[in-house]
């Protein structure tokens, strides 16, 4: 999952690298600050496939073999629909998402060209991410990781191609991405078409199922809440960034784009870590469960802590991966940025840890409130810190660990309280 999420960041990271160097700084201003914006509908549907990653998860721990079946086709008619509704969403409305969020006029038009063709192929996002969110609930990480590593070797060419050669600017990366991610999805629909008997539907098995419905929205709708308000929050923190000019913005983007890379290791373990609560859930191993938890937060301290070595270290180096070796301000900036949160890397590999129990067991209300104690008290803060002419820019850096703290605090009082132990789906609750 680590590998694949690497991968994944792999996507965005390639479109900011080439559009930074073959274009300019306002291309990747550009292309950064589409990203909250398009994370955000995203999230919607994610949040939902998380639900039903748990659920199955559940149902494979407890060997409740026959509702795994209408499960998996209740998510796939849930997420088609979500699909359809987001795509529409996002190309009808971009233009006046990015006005909303002060885009300045001279990137615009390149903002507006990139999301418009991006969402045109959330229907492959989505089908990507739902069969992969499946297959790791049932135990096949690598499956998934195979597929998004040919997607992101023709990501990088595609780019390379169209936007080195051809010329075609943002339109480039977001053509290239779009076919990959049509690569990726396709790929995943032949493996588990053929290889999963899950996913053999007979005759009244592909069935819309209400029960289970209402178990994917029990856990998901919160997740979903959660994230596309963290994105809202993302949107407020964009638009402040904007504020500060195009200068800022290039370098946050390329700030962002390794603090994505900086979260992957714990992210990663802390999500197969919510698979695996979910299994033993199922299984009533409550004494794994934990065991396992003590295990992660060891692990990802210790990685999380390397983290923090490297980007001190090496944080211009790596900020010069985005943009011309010329624009010395933006990359000074931006390595500023990333060290000035970096040491506290820690507490949010924490925070993961014990959140993706509250998932896995099924408490998703707690670990959405977790989620929005994040969201409330970094954007507060940042737009406080902001507004002092002696830290300005930089208060939005000293936000982001403040955030953690308060939720680290939260759920670590959830945890202890045991009470996620009694929130397993209704199927299991009966047995």
């Given amino acids: 999952m680590l590998i694949g999420n690497l991968f994944q960041q792999f996507y965005n990271l390639v479109d900011s690298i080439v559009v930074g160097r073959f274009v300019g700084a306002h291309a990747l201003a550009a292309v950064g600050t ?21 659920v199955i998860s559940q149902l494979f721990g407890a060997k409740l073999t026959g509702k795994i079946k209408a499960t998996i086709s209740t998510t796939l008619i849930l997420q088609f629909a979500m699909a359809l509704l987001m795509t529409g969403i996002g190309v009808l409305f971009h233009r006046q998402m990015l006005q909303m969020i002060r885009v300045p006029v001279e990137i615009m038009n390149d903002a507006s060209r990139y999301m418009s063709i991006y969402f045109y192929g959330l229907i492959f996002l989505f089908t990507y991410n739902t069969f992969a969110s499946i297959l790791r609930a049932l135990g096949d990480s690598r499956t998934p990781l195979y597929f998004l590593i040919i997607s992101s070797v023709i990501n990088t060419l595609l780019d390379l191609y169209f936007v ?21 999805a396709l790929l995943c629909f ?30 998901g709708i919160p997740g979903a809440l959660q994230s596309s308000v963290v994105h809202l929050g993302f949107i407020l923190m964009q638009s402040l960034i904007n504020s500060f000019g195009a ?64 980007i ?12 011309n070796a010329s624009e010395v301000e933006i990359i000074t900036r931006g390595s500023n940025f990333l060290k000035i949160y970096a040491p506290f890397l820690v507490i949010f590999s924490y925070l993961g840890c014990n959140t993706a129990v509250l998932r896995g067991s099924g408490d998703s209300v707690y670990s959405m409130i977790c989620g929005l104690t994040d969201l409330g008290v970094r954007v507060g803060t940042a737009y406080l810190l902001a507004s002092i002419p002696q830290i300005g820019f930089w208060g939005i850096a000293l936000a982001i660990p403040v955030g953690w703290s308060a939720a680290a605090i939260l759920s670590a009082f959830r945890y202890h309280s045991k009470q996620w132990q009694n929130k397993t789906v209704s199927a299991l609750q009966k047995t």
């Fill in 34 to 54: 589409s990203g909250p914006l398009i994370n955000l509908l995203i999230a919607v549907a994610m949040g939902l496939t998380m639900g039903a990653g748990i």
């Fill in 164 to 184: 080195a050669v051809l010329g075609w600017g943002v339109a480039g990366v977001a053509w290239a991405t779009l076919i990959a991610q049509g690569v990726s």
């Fill in 190 to 219: 032949l493996y588990v078409t053929a290889k999963i008997d899950y996913f053999r539907f007979h005759k009244g098995e592909f069935v819309f199922a209400p029960a289970l419905l209402r178990d994917i929205l029990r856990i």
């Fill in 247 to 310: 200068l800022n913005m290039a370098a946050y983007t390329a700030a962002a784009r390794l603090e994505g890379l900086a979260h992957l290791p714990s992210g990663n373990f802390t999500q197969a870590l919510a698979t695996f609560v979910g299994q033993n859930m199922g299984a009533k191993r409550i004494d794994r469960v934990e065991e396992g938890r003590k295990s992660l937060v060891r692990m990802t301290s210790i990685i999380s802590l390397i983290t923090a070595v490297v």
């Fill in 312 to 323: 001190f270290l090496l944080g211009p180096k790596l900020i010069g991966i985005f943009i």
